[in-house]
């Protein structure tokens, strides 16, 4: 055996005090584990060591444990080696999916965001037409939103935002040119009909398949719940005792659910213990088994907890390597007593710890791939430091929820293309005379835009911070003309492919633009056609001032329900 082990003694298993053995602080322990009264002093001087909760420490995180990984864990312990470097250096792109990416809007989507540099991958049908229109060198991912086999979760890792311009296809009944002149034109210039896939199945049918394939890339607008109850929802880990056992202390601490402790009389976890500094110990911490597979957290910023605070400093700890004895990803945070509190702590705050030491060269915290949670209550802090709230004695802890969260200001995760009129099919009292053709074809076109309203309501039920944007008829001008946006599905016009393009870009920056929904056309009357000097063009735009006229809530269907309730 190491030479070390064999000259330590492990601890007996209770002490002598005055002639008799010390058996009543353990009994407090046990007492006071299971309730939530205890008042007596715990005394720091050397005490007994329980060498069978060490064990039972091993066995919860390691399963059944070996003589030799004992043993090699013990020496470890006492050699001071430092942790292997098991994590790689995290990527730093966040890709933009461009859904639709070989259609008029598509293709101008991707070609403007590779302009500005951005990452993107594009989810097409077809991979060689793919790469003849948008080049060699683009990132696709093949798949169908129609076929939700296709969508495959893997596919879609490295994803933070979606511009979705997919659409049904709309043609002329007598055909058209190979580059689909006719179409270019928009559809008052032909007699329309569907080709290919139905309405419901791209509009209705594929929106929920993406919705769904990507929803945990992009993130929720409030949050993702990890641990906890909350509303509906619950998500109760596996949580076990880590305390200074480990090294020969006496602390003890455990975790509950309390079906009626939390704010309300609703549930929450209790991290309750106590804690001392006998036998040179200090701390007790309540730790996740690794998760069954590591959790990505890209598309957030950081850790929420909803806690009871008691005036004392803690730290949560969380790891991206399954190994046993890790780098520790760690914050403290201060708790105000008797108050029911959220504690927020950036993914930037979490600094790389190993056994209460900083790691100064230990890769940055991923949040892609999060494995286990540790809350802990401990006597030091970080390099030598103490903790400045630590007290001998009983300590308890509701803890409600732990989420990810996303920071604000909040911007767009998630912006589809969708089309103007979509309301109007059902409006009482509206003259179709004067509506676009989609409008009045509504039926003969298999519901279109009874369709593409249903994809529209999907996504404002997602939970993803959105952006839905509703043009006029669509053609091939260039995008410099003044724009209007409108709100309420009222207004009639043309607009540029290539406008709604880079609209759509804008969008994913502003938080002016999240979870709003509006009709966007251009100035010129849609008989006039626009063009550009190319020696003198206009300014860019800055759609940010557009976005700041634009209300919550405004979608077109008010007037719907209106006319429901009057009825």
Not at 50 to 66: C, I, Q, V, W
Not at 137 to 164: H, M, R, W
Not at 263 to 292: C, D, H, Q
């Amino acid at each position: 055996m190491h030479p070390q082990l064999l000259s330590c003694q492990l601890p007996k298993p209770f002490l002598q005090l005055n002639g008799r053995p010390k058996y009543r602080l353990n009994q407090r322990r046990s007492a006071y584990l299971s309730s939530a009264t205890y008042k007596d002093p715990i005394s720091a001087e050397k005490q007994g060591w329980d060498l069978g909760r060490f064990f039972k420490t091993l066995y919860f995180f390691n399963g059944p444990p070996s003589p030799a990984k004992i043993v090699e864990f013990i020496i470890e312990k006492l050699s001071g080696s430092s942790p292997e470097e098991s994590e790689k250096k995290m990527g730093t792109s966040d890709y933009v999916l461009v859904v639709g990416a070989t259609g008029g809007v598509g293709r101008r989507v991707v070609n403007n965001l590779r302009k500005k540099g951005l990452p993107v991958k594009a989810l097409v049908r077809n991979e060689e037409k793919a790469r003849k229109m948008l080049g060699p060198d683009i990132e696709l991912i093949v798949g169908d939103i129609t076929k939700e086999s296709t969508l495959v979760a893997q596919y879609f890792k490295g994803v933070k935002k979606v511009i979705n311009a997919a659409s049904v296809i709309i043609g002329p009944k007598e055909g058209d040119t190979p580059d689909r002149a006719k179409y270019s034109q928009g559809v008052k210039f032909f007699e329309p009909e569907i080709k290919g896939d139905s309405p419901e199945m791209v509009e209705y049918i594929g929106m929920k398949n993406l919705i769904n394939a990507v929803k945990e890339s992009v993130g929720l607008r409030t949050g993702k719940l990890l641990f906890g109850f909350e509303d509906q929802l619950s998500k109760e880990l596996d949580w076990g005792a880590l305390d200074d056992v480990v090294m020969g202390g006496v602390s003890e601490s455990t975790f509950q659910i309390d079906r009626t402790g939390g704010e309300g009389g609703k549930p929450t976890g209790l991290f309750k213990g106590i804690v001392s500094t006998a036998n040179n110990g200090g701390f007790t911490s309540i730790r996740t088994k690794n998760f069954s597979s590591p959790v990505d957290l890209k598309a957030y910023d950081g850790f929420e907890l909803r806690l009871k605070g008691d005036g004392r400093r803690y730290k949560l700890i969380v790891r991206t390597s399954t190994d046993w004895d890790t780098v520790g990803y760690t914050a403290s945070f201060d708790t105000i007593g008797g108050q029911w509190q959220s504690i927020r702590l950036p993914f930037s705050s979490l600094r790389p710890v190993f056994r209460a030491q900083t790691v100064s060269d230990a890769p940055p915290f991923n949040p892609s791939n999060v494995v286990s949670f540790q809350l802990m209550f401990s006597k030091f802090e970080y390099d030598g430091k103490l903790n400045p709230t630590f007290v001998e004695g009983p300590f308890e802890l509701p803890l409600s929820t732990i989420k990810a969260y996303i920071k604000d200001p909040i911007t767009p995760r998630f912006v589809h293309v969708s089309s103007a009129g979509v309301t109007r099919p059902d409006r009482p009292g509206i003259d179709l005379s004067k509506q676009p053709p989609a409008v009045r074809l509504n039926k003969e076109l298999d519901f279109v835009l009874t369709f593409k309203l249903k994809g529209e309501d999907l996504i404002r039920e997602s939970g993803i911070p959105y952006t839905i944007v509703r043009p006029c008829a669509l053609t091939e001008e260039p995008a410099v003309a003044d724009l209007v946006f409108d709100q309420g599905d009222n207004i009639t016009g043309k607009i540029s492919r290539e406008e709604i393009a880079l609209i759509c870009i804008a969008a994913l920056e502003s938080p002016y633009a999240c979870d709003k929904t509006f009709e966007v056309k251009s100035v010129v009357p849609f008989s006039e056609p626009f063009t550009v000097d190319p020696e003198n063009p206009p300014p860019e735009k800055d759609y940010n001032i557009y976005f700041q006229t634009l209300k919550d809530g405004i979608t077109g269907k008010e007037s719907l329900e209106q006319s429901a309730i009057a009825v």
